[in-house]
């Protein structure tokens, strides 16, 4: 039976969940961006605030105001979503405002988990408002005392349930093993049945009052009638768990009125019934939990099993210590006291056990779906509440182990001896079930808070996610380095400048959580090591240049991956420490460039499009040189040791433009008119494959399963060619008139594509043909991108805007933009690749000159092409971090040598203002692991331990019969 009792909670969650529509939520609504951003300042009124939020609002209860700076609305109060965006909440403004700070005020309310949020911001208009620290979310909203205080009764209420049905199955079959313990424990079985059944009506009941105080505490939130709070998506939920609680009060009162009508003990099917109906309602408390912030289902199967497991746990130890053993010491058989506790403490146990190892590898995984960066999670409220949680689930097992490890072995010494159970302490055993209870219910109101509070993230906004405050930024020009740490015990804005090979200033400033300068800070220091190279650690003191800031000079001696340790020392409190892992290069301003060209040997050639072959030591360049009357195309090798050039002729196609170099050494070539070809340089033969439509073929990639994507400009669509089959099929883009114009692939296996047409990037599941646009939001814009490269060291897109004469860096997961300085606003930003010391290279087409820019700092430089008019489109960089450039009307392919001089620069005593958001080095996943091998193995040997226990209690029991 024990182990088909282990399907009812796997069906009963997926039942729920066919019933009941997923939406993604979060714990609150939190505002990840607008429009204007919070703290800027416009030269002019824009037409209308945009704010975006974290998860789906309900528009019909949901407000936002701008106030002026005479505190009357300019708004036209006519909210709405933004571009059908059910994240995000707009409202127009009144035309020609005048100069001055204005508010932004929000209340928004979670379509999902019932939350209402509050928020506000400033901008300016004309002029620059005061800028505070980045929002942070009240108190109230961090903790939600009036939704915890209306859930709670339903948690304490729903683990009474399950646990006690669950217990009633489980707890007596070893019992009926023994004749004479079972005939004795019957004639209490029919009382502790009844009073189950009462346990698991109070439960019931406990969870329709929740459910009441949940819809009102909403109705009130939202300032509207319980029906129309019913009406809200959250209301669909509710309206599921109020039909399935309701559901259970019948069966419970059904099954207790038979009790009593016909004197017998309720069936184990009645009792599954109560136990399903109790995992049902468990089900929408997932629903509504942190487990549904990351829209997985996983996420909330598994937030179901560690609550289904939890309430197992601690709704048993409510059924043991208040109904079950103070009836089972009260038995008339001396004999049978100690032998039934004795029976009934190891098969408890044995599912404790187990629940702790499910709940150790479902709570760090939960954990870690919805945030992973633990020192974020340690510094919140949040993880507070869950380290208090953590110590009372540890005080819980200590006294289980109690329980198993003494009271257990008394009770056997009684059962052998024949004594009683009152002068061996077994007789106190119900009160300590009792306490125990208590702590479990202490536990399960730090859960409620866990549950309505705010996620870290919600707490700590400016911690989130990259340029919370706007999704669209623009990265300062040599800023340095500065990057914010966050601790368990405090804050430390970090400034190194100018963050490259030779001498840095450093300075550190220490902050407590509430944001406050830290107090009590005597000294600081810093420790560098370069692990790589065996050096360190360095440690350098500081000078103190104010109260909680200290600064230092201090020298990376060699370019690579520097850890630094960075401590406040506080004698009369926890130090403040962190570390973080810098990857210093030199300063642009000390690089060397050599540039060597090749020039093709031909009258007349226009080289496009570079391709690395590092098998055969070659740079392949097809050229894009149209012939009239030939059909012939040619495809020019460069020996990269030599500098000579072999000319490999393809027929059937006059021009060569884009080109990808597959796994076994063929090279897949476009000419642009409409055709694919595959050459063998080996055989030098080649084979053509026609579009099945008319078009202009802008770019080639092939992905990681061999297949090939061609955008086609006019057709809006891209191409994909199955070379096994030899069958094209295509994605069409979402956007009319997108005019795709390159094609890439990134890490994970998607291919991106630039859309000069519509401003925007599109992102094509390789898998799936799902694609994903991205642009940034209000009026920002992407002025013409051209090319998507993937950093190859990061996950970071980088995108060069033609017309923007810049580029920008897009961050995938948190679909933010960076815009950085132009390097030359001349230049037309086009093909991109980086060196080896980490910056990004990119041609600027119509100016002979490469822009050279470390995106880490800001710091840009350029490289002089001295051939006139060279025209560079296209370039790469090889394994050596050589940067190769493609001169078309040049004639010529170029190879820049990149060096390191000597740092020439002393940094000054400046002090860069920290502005970028955490960067969590604790990550969650470097701790989660080895804890879950070691909590399983654990609860494996607790488990053996408890089953042996069993079985050599039965078989005592046993012989006193």
Do not use: C
């Not at 709070?229 to 069966?251: N, Q």
């Not at 629903?287 to 179901?304: C, E």
């Not at 800023?479 to 914010?484: D, H, N």
Request: aromatic share 8%; hydrophobic share 45%.
């Amino acid at each position: 039976m024990g182990r088909r009792l282990l399907y009812v909670p796997v069906m009963v969650a997926v039942a729920a969940l066919l019933i009941v529509n997923v939406q993604q939520a979060s714990a609150h609504p939190i505002l990840t961006g607008s429009d204007p951003r919070p703290f800027a300042s416009v030269s002019s009124t824009p037409p209308e605030v945009t704010v975006h939020f974290s998860e789906a609002i309900e528009i019909d209860y949901s407000k936002i105001a701008v106030l002026g700076p005479d505190g009357s609305r300019v708004d036209r109060n006519d909210p709405g979503y933004a571009d059908g965006d059910t994240a995000s909440l707009r409202v127009s403004l009144q035309p020609n405002l005048p100069e001055g700070v204005y508010t932004v005020t929000t209340r928004v309310l979670s379509a999902v988990d019932g939350h209402v949020v509050d928020n506000a911001f400033t901008f300016g208009i004309g002029v620059a408002p005061v800028e505070t620290d980045s929002p942070s979310a009240p108190q109230s909203d961090v903790l939600s005392p009036e939704e915890s205080a209306s859930r709670f009764p339903g948690m304490v209420g729903q683990i009474i349930v399950v646990g006690a049905a669950f217990g009633t199955l489980w707890l007596w079959k070893p019992l009926e093993k023994v004749p004479w313990l079972a005939n004795a424990v019957a004639a209490r079985r029919h009382e502790i049945d009844r009073k189950m059944l009462g346990l698991v009506i109070i439960g019931t009941g406990l969870v329709l009052a929740s459910n009441a105080a949940m819809i009102s505490v909403q109705a009130y939130e939202i300032n509207a009638s319980i029906g129309d709070a019913i009406a809200t998506k959250f209301g669909t939920i509710w309206t599921t768990r109020m039909i399935e609680s309701s559901i259970l009060m019948i069966i419970a009162v059904f099954v207790q009125r038979k009790m009593a009508r016909e004197g017998a003990i309720p069936s184990r099917a009645e009792m599954i019934a109560i136990l399903v109906m109790g995992l049902a309602v468990l089900v929408t408390s997932s629903l509504i939990s942190h487990g549904a912030a990351t829209g997985q289902t996983a996420a909330i199967l598994l937030d179901f099993f560690h609550n289904a497991a939890a309430s197992i746990w601690i709704g048993g130890v409510v059924l043991m210590g208040f109904v079950v053993v103070p009836r089972l010491l009260a038995l008339s058989d001396e004999r049978a006291r100690p032998a039934a506790i004795s029976i009934l403490i190891p098969r408890f146990s044995t599912v404790v056990v187990t629940i702790l190892g499910l709940s150790v590898i479902t709570g760090p995984l939960l954990l870690f779906m919805i945030e992973d960066n633990l020192s974020l999670t340690l510094a919140s409220t949040y993880g507070r509440v869950l380290i208090i949680k953590l110590a009372l689930a540890g005080v819980m097992v200590g006294m289980g182990a109690y329980s198993q490890a003494v009271v257990q072995k008394k009770a056997v010494a009684a059962m052998a001896g024949g004594q009683s159970i009152q002068h061996t302490g077994v007789g106190r055993y119900g009160r300590t079930l009792k306490a125990e209870a208590g702590v479990g219910i202490a536990l399960l109101l730090m859960v409620s808070l866990m549950a309505n509070g705010a996620l870290p993230e919600g707490e700590f906004p400016q911690y989130a996610k990259d340029d919370t405050q706007s999704a669209f930024a623009q990265a300062p020009a040599d800023r340095g380095y500065v990057q914010t740490l966050i601790t368990s015990a405090g804050r430390i804005d970090l400034a190194v400048k100018p963050y490259a090979v030779g001498q840095n200033t450093f300075t550190l400033s220490f902050f407590d959580l509430d944001g406050k300068p830290a107090s009590g800070i005597e000294s600081a220091s810093v420790k560098m090591t370069n692990v790589e190279r065996g050096i360190g650690p360095i440690t350098v003191e500081t000078a103190k240049k104010s109260e909680g800031v200290y600064t230092a000079e201090a020298a990376f001696g060699i370019a690579g991956t520097w850890s630094v340790v960075v401590e406040g020392v506080r004698p009369e409190s926890t130090n403040i420490v962190a570390s973080i892992d810098l990857d210093v290069g030199p300063a642009v301003s000390d690089l060397a460039f050599e540039l060597t060209e090749y020039r093709i040997p031909t009258s007349r050639s226009l080289p496009l499009f570079p391709v690395l072959d590092g098998e055969r030591n070659s740079i392949w360049v097809g050229d894009s040189l149209p012939v009239q009357g030939s059909t012939t195309g040619k495809i020019w090798q460069l020996d990269m040791a030599t500098g000579n050039y072999t000319l490999h002729e393809v027929q059937g196609a006059a021009i060569i433009t884009q080109m990808a170099l597959d796994g076994n050494g063929m090279l897949w070539y476009i000419d642009p008119t409409g055709i694919l070809g595959m050459y063998d340089p080996d055989t030098r033969a080649n084979k053509n494959f026609q579009l099945p439509q008319k078009g202009i073929v802008s770019g080639l990639v092939m992905d990681g399963d061999g297949n090939l994507w061609m955008p086609v400009v006019q057709l809006n669509r891209v191409f994909r060619f199955d070379p096994s089959t030899e069958q094209f099929t295509y994605v069409d883009l979402p956007t009319a008139g997108s005019i795709p114009v390159a094609v890439s692939l990134d890490r994970n296996g998607n291919v991106w594509v630039a859309e000069s047409g519509s401003d925007r990037i599109a992102m094509i599941d390789t898998k799936t043909g799902a694609v994903t646009e991205y642009a940034p939001p209000g009026s920002n814009k992407l002025d013409e991108p051209t090319v998507v490269f993937q950093d190859p060291d990061s996950n970071t897109l980088f995108i060069s805007e033609h017309t923007g004469h810049t580029v920008t860096a897009f961050n995938p997961l948190f679909e933010t933009f960076r815009e950085y300085p132009s390097v030359n606003d001349g230049g037309l930003p086009f093909g991109m690749a980086k060196d080896r010391f980490g910056n990004l290279w990119y041609a600027q087409h119509e100016i002979d000159r490469i822009a050279v820019l470390d995106p880490r700092t800001g710091q840009s430089t350029e490289v002089k092409i001295p051939t006139p008019g060279s025209f560079v489109q296209y370039i790469l960089s090889d394994d050596l971090g050589n940067i190769w450039i493609a001169e078309q009307q040049g004639a010529k392919i170029g190879k820049i040598v990149v060096t390191a001089r000597p740092p020439m620069q002393q940094p000054g005593p400046e002090e860069p203002e920290p502005e970028q958001q955490a960067e969590m080095n604790l990550p969650l996943a470097d701790y989660a692991g080895p804890g879950i091998a070691a909590g399983i193995i654990i609860a494996g040997l607790l488990y053996a331990k408890s089953a042996t226990d069993l079985r050599r209690n039965v078989r005592e029991a046993s012989k006193l019969g």
